[in-house]
């Protein structure tokens, strides 16, 4: 029976919608300069992966994703910095495509919370210490 | 008040509870729209896909007619589904552009022979970079362009019947 099921397995095509070419040549391919592949993968850790939306093109296997992989690698070979690429996909995806969003109105509750968060906690701490002076 | 306090885990749970059936109940929007909306298409062509359709290129766009840009590919399911849809469109006199993605002639070709070609030009955008340039995040997908290449409209997702009055009202209103 386990035999049957891995042989069943290993003749399965899977039945997902998605595209017969190969990924995009530079998709899984690392650039020869590792200075640049550095800088690369550094960039392809913070996009976000449009298709998979809680995972980074790096890590989602997404045709889309090796789309944006090959993008990025290839715009950093020509020598464009990762500023610039994450601009140009902002410009076309929103914030929403990074993963470390520039702080504007609409992301400002999310950089901001955390330094309130932590004031509340150091008066509430402060309080609740002084009466236990008290007593 | 000591006996009102003893109520407090109690509304708290309610509200957490509240907060998941509206979850349930009207999930978020998780589209991710594109940043080009009221701005103009790239420039960009594509070669032709299949023999006897031409390509695309931007240059369709600034002519003075408003048309449709669709985004599809003969591996997308929901692309078949939005195919009649299409064609009832070309019907009531719109002029579609299609942007085949990551796919191949011979399968592109198969697919316009049998659910209909309601294309001007079909566009190869292999390694879909014209999908990534217009801030496109899968199959299928529309776009209703007005005469001067800006973009007036994305659609999300297959053209369902009751979508196709809202896109030609555009394509009228683009004008």
């Given at each position: 029976m386990k035999r049957l099921v891995a042989l069943a397995l290993l003749?399965?095509?899977?039945?997902?919608?998605?595209?017969?070419?190969?990924?995009?040549?530079?998709?899984?391919?690392?650039?020869?300069?590792?200075?640049?592949?550095a800088k690369a993968k550094a960039l392809m850790d913070e996009l976000r992966c449009v298709v998979c939306q809680g995972q980074a093109i790096a890590d989602s296997d997404a045709d889309m994703?090796?789309?944006?992989?090959?993008?990025?690698?290839e715009r950093i070979a020509q020598g464009e910095s990762p500023d610039q690429i994450r601009d140009w996909l902002i410009d076309r995806y929103g914030a929403y495509i990074t993963y470390d969003p520039?702080?504007?109105?609409?992301?400002?509750?999310?950089?901001?919370?955390?330094?309130?968060?932590?004031?509340?906690?150091?008066?509430?701490?402060?309080?609740?210490?002084?009466?236990?002076r008290r007593r | 008040?000591?006996?009102?306090?003893?109520?407090?885990?109690?509304?708290?749970?309610?509200?957490?509870?509240?907060?998941?059936?509206?979850?349930?109940?009207?999930?978020?929007?998780?589209?991710?729209?594109?940043?080009?909306?009221?701005?103009?298409?790239?420039?960009?062509?594509?070669p032709a896909m299949v023999e006897g359709v031409p390509g695309v290129d931007k240059a369709r766009f600034t002519q003075g007619t408003p048309r449709l840009l669709n985004v599809f590919a003969s591996w997308c399911i929901p692309c078949i589904a939005e195919s009649p849809q299409l064609m009832r469109l070309k019907a009531m006199g719109v002029p579609i552009e299609g942007v085949a993605v990551r796919d191949t002639p011979e399968n592109t070709g198969i697919f316009l022979r049998r659910y209909g070609n309601p294309f001007v030009g079909v566009g190869d955008d292999r390694d879909g970079r014209l999908q990534l340039a217009i801030g496109s995040s899968g199959v299928p997908e529309s776009y209703v362009i007005d005469g001067k290449g800006r973009i007036v409209l994305q659609h999300i997702?297959?053209?369902?019947?009751?979508?196709?009055?809202?896109?030609?009202?555009?394509?009228?209103?683009?004008r």
């Open positions: 003749v399965a095509a899977p039945a997902f919608a998605d595209t017969p070419l190969p990924p995009a040549a530079m998709a899984d391919t690392q650039l020869p300069d590792p200075r640049q592949e994703a090796g789309q944006m992989r090959a993008l990025v690698r520039p702080m504007s109105a609409v992301t400002a509750p999310l950089w901001l919370a955390p330094i309130v968060l932590l004031l509340a906690g150091v008066w509430i701490a402060r309080a609740s210490f002084k009466q236990r | 008040m000591r006996k009102a306090l003893i109520w407090l885990p109690f509304v708290a749970f309610v509200g957490v509870l509240a907060v998941v059936a509206i979850g349930l109940f009207r999930p978020a929007d998780r589209d991710v729209r594109s940043a080009l909306v009221g701005h103009e298409l790239p420039e960009f062509a594509l997702g297959d053209i369902r019947a009751e979508d196709v009055e809202t896109i030609a009202a555009a394509v009228r209103g683009a």
